[in-house]
């Protein structure tokens, strides 16, 4: 494992920020699951953006749709022993914690957690292996993503990460492979920016001590 340079890490805090990125620096993995749970029992009630029979609703939100009562943590990529520790963590708030399955919550999921592969400091930019469909849909379809980095995994520049590119698009016939810079963004209608329309309203980095 690279040693971790803290001039990437400042740059790559400091490049998330301009394009509304949260950075959350944790020392730990029990420090960036409480972090997760503590994001989704802060926000407001996720929204049902699609018919959800059975599903408790709660008041109508801003945008006049209703909201789900349960809130719901996406994590399909942690490991059997941080999962059991999240999903502890969410059952003493009441929350869900799901690991696959996220087809069967298409109207809404109020946090999402991913791994990222590598970041890059000059766009705050996080590779993902988004190969299985269960962790395409965590960064799409959660109203907040959330990227789980190690700083060591911060690279300079796009060029530096190209190698790593090459051999993941050459490790199989075909990959997903999913590049993150900041939350969901469009200027499309009358060129007037707007935040969250197609994917999460909000993208946390957490990045994590070696």
Not at 67 to 95: H, I
Not at 119 to 137: F, H, I, N, Q, Y
Request: charged residues 20%; negative net charge.
């Amino acid at each position: 494992m690279p040693p971790v340079n803290q001039e990437l890490v400042e740059a790559f805090a400091a490049k998330a920020a301009a394009v509304s990125a949260v950075v959350q620096e944790v020392p730990t993995m029990a420090a960036a699951l409480q972090y997760v749970v503590d994001v989704c029992a802060s926000k407001a009630p996720s929204e049902l953006l699609a018919d959800a029979p059975g599903v408790a609703q709660g008041p109508l939100s801003p945008n006049n749709v209703p909201t789900r009562v349960q809130r719901v943590v996406a994590a399909p990529e942690l490991n059997d022993a941080d999962f059991a520790a999240l999903a502890a963590a969410c059952e003493e708030k009441g929350f869900l914690c799901i690991r696959e399955g996220l087809r069967n919550y298409l109207a809404g999921i109020d946090v999402g957690l991913s791994t990222g592969i590598v970041g890059v400091a000059a766009s705050a930019t996080c590779l993902l292996d988004t190969d299985k469909e269960d962790v395409r849909l965590t960064g799409m379809i959660s109203e907040v993503s959330m990227i789980l980095l190690r700083k060591s995994d911060i690279y300079p520049d796009l060029p530096s990460i190209a190698q790593i590119l090459r051999e993941r698009m050459s490790s199989a016939p075909a990959t997903y492979t999913t590049m993150v810079t900041g939350p969901s963004r469009t200027a499309d209608i009358e060129r007037v920016a707007a935040v969250g329309v197609h994917g999460p309203l909000e993208l946390h980095i957490i990045l994590l001590e070696d």
